[in-house]
């Protein structure tokens, strides 16, 4: 070691230094500690004993909040802006981000799980999630309870979604829209039409097929056509097993060129699918993205899927009156027709379309927004699913696409 | 690097002065806790999930417990995508070292003459990476597209059957992997060409060496560090991507790759143990192959 220098002030200083230094060993155990123990709190077994508590709530000094939500599916004017919201914040001055977080539920799921597992802040104060999502997050407890008082609109909600399996009388989930899974063709390829299911499996059509990555939405499909009914609880392994044999075929065969979310717009515009399984709303996005009426939506004549998108209020959030207000807003009949009139799926708002009569009156009987009675008929909801049917399922769905 | 580990013979080191310094220490503490903190923890948690096994309580998450079993049964039901993977990136490094070494060949040694003309060519080959390499390869899948125009020429060629496309085959992936990982390989490869000396190349034809056998005997020995490098940063990333492979991209249900495999465990099945199990293995298996190729490279004093 060398000798330490003359001067008192500096070698003090370097005395302190060498006193302060970590020999090599205490620094190595030290590093393999604290590597142990961040390992094992990274995968500590979290949640499940301990009840989640909501977070307290600052609305009433904070007036902000976020929402997230899908794309295309609140409406927008030329600017890029949200007329309704920006309305909604000149009313209640409450600031809203508009935040487009969501493009699948099961990436959206594995985003946010740790932090909803540990019952922090997720950065959305409100989400809008599909009935099956909403179901996992309602029993894991990661929602809070809603307080009906706050949402008095909430009596314009639609008879039919008032009592769903996993939320009866909706404490912890509203319905946002409501849409279909169906068919969907390119009319100038394909000018006899698509009608059912079976059609796409035409030889004709090899490898000109898309369907889409929801597994409720193809398999129930498929289910349909081989006569099950999906909402029934009547079904199991036998039938589900029987429609992911038909699906396998297909894709094995290379009749099923896609399984894909809502990237499968772009393959229906550039031609590599004509036909496909598709989601009600967007065959009218994508009619207006080319500017022509060249492709038609069809329910299979066999039955077609119906689904909702849920708000929730994670159980983190902080500003859930906040979040109760803009739910209220949103089931303002009027308020709910200009946005129906934008994204073209089913509202679940009662008078809506007596107020669309004032917004657009060419589409108070459109049956993508505004169904009848015999519409309705040709729809069934994917029954819910237990988890152990849901990771099974799930995964027997995921193999066929990866081609396993 | 990584190469000295793997390298053959033990270096014959000349023995280091043993007085340790401290301080050298604790400079080397920020890179320690990087290593530690970035590399060892993310490792251990992803052994340790491997492991899992569902909760018993069905509620869909997943508690430690000793489950040899999930290796098994990942390996067991994606080995085809496993191979498939190893064999599209080896297809993969083929064709991009076949395309890139002309290229770096003519860059690096035919115009040195001219070093603007080097650079620019230089610029044309990283110029790519100035644009995401998604947009790219979503840009590929239009031009690849059945109504685009490759599709269309080929089948008014009768070079393509009425039925059959690329977007979505085993082609169009192996092409999007050659195509994402050419600069990789080309970089490297002018990196040594570009210090090739011309006086071996005559001295070799002096010798009576034919234009060929100068080539395997005297160009290829002495630009091996670049192709082992080259081979290396394309096939190690090739083997695990899921971007080309992706049927949001350039791949379909016959064509998908562990990376897909492992992303789907990940985020749609939501089958962590699985994945984790998957990515593993397919660190090792990269490992060996890795390890075994550099070895008998033999570039240890080369690199």
Partial sequence: MRSLPEDPMIRQLVQQIRASQVTRRTMLGGAAASAAALALAACAPIGGAKKLQPAKDISATDKTMTWANWALYLDQNDQKQYPTLLAFEKETGIQVKYDIAVDDNNSYYAKVKDQLALGQDIGADTVCLTDWMVSRWINLGYTQKLDHAKIPNLSNLAPRLQNPDFDPGRNYSVPWQSGFAGLCWNKE????????????????????????????????????????????????????????????????????????????????????????????????????????????????????????????????????????????????PEVAATVAAYVNYITPVEGAQEAMKKIDPSLVDDQLIFPNADTFSQVKLFRTLTNAENTRYNSAFEAVGLGA | MAMTAFAGAPTQAEPAPRRQSKIALVLLLPGILYLVLFFIVPLVSLVITSLEAPAPDGSGTFQYAFNWQNYVDSVGTYSTQIFRSFLYALLATVFALLFSYPLAYFIGVKVRKWPLLQSFMLILVIAPFFISFLLRTLAWKTILADEGPIVTSLKALSLLGPQTHITGTPVAVVFGLTYNFIPFMCLPLYTTLERLDIRYLEASSDLYGTPASTFWRVTIPLSLPGIVSGTLLTFIPAAGDYVNASQEFLGGASSSMIGNVIQSNFLVQLNYPAAAALSIVLMLVILIIVGSYVRRAGTDDLL
């Fill in chain 1, 189 to 332: 390829k394909l000018p006899k039409g698509i009608k059912q299911v079976s059609d796409l499996w035409d030889p004709a059509l090899k490898g000109r097929i898309g369907v889409l990555s929801e597994m409720r939405d193809t398999i129930g499909l498929i289910m349909l056509e081989q006569g099950v009914d999906i909402s029934s609880k009547s079904w199991g392994d036998k039938e589900f097993n029987a429609a992911i044999a038909e699906f396998k075929k297909q894709v094995d065969s290379g009749q099923i060129r896609n399984i894909k979310g809502n990237s499968y717009a772009d393959d229906l515009k550039n031609e590599d699918t004509l036909a496909a399984i598709v989601w009600s709303g967007d065959v009218e996005g994508i009619n207006a993205d080319i500017g022509s009426d060249k492709f038609g939506f069809v329910i299979p004549e066999t039955g077609g899927t119906l689904w909702s998108d849920n708000y929730l209020i994670p159980i983190g959030s902080k500003k859930k009156t906040n979040a109760e207000t803009l739910i209220n807003y949103y089931y303002e």
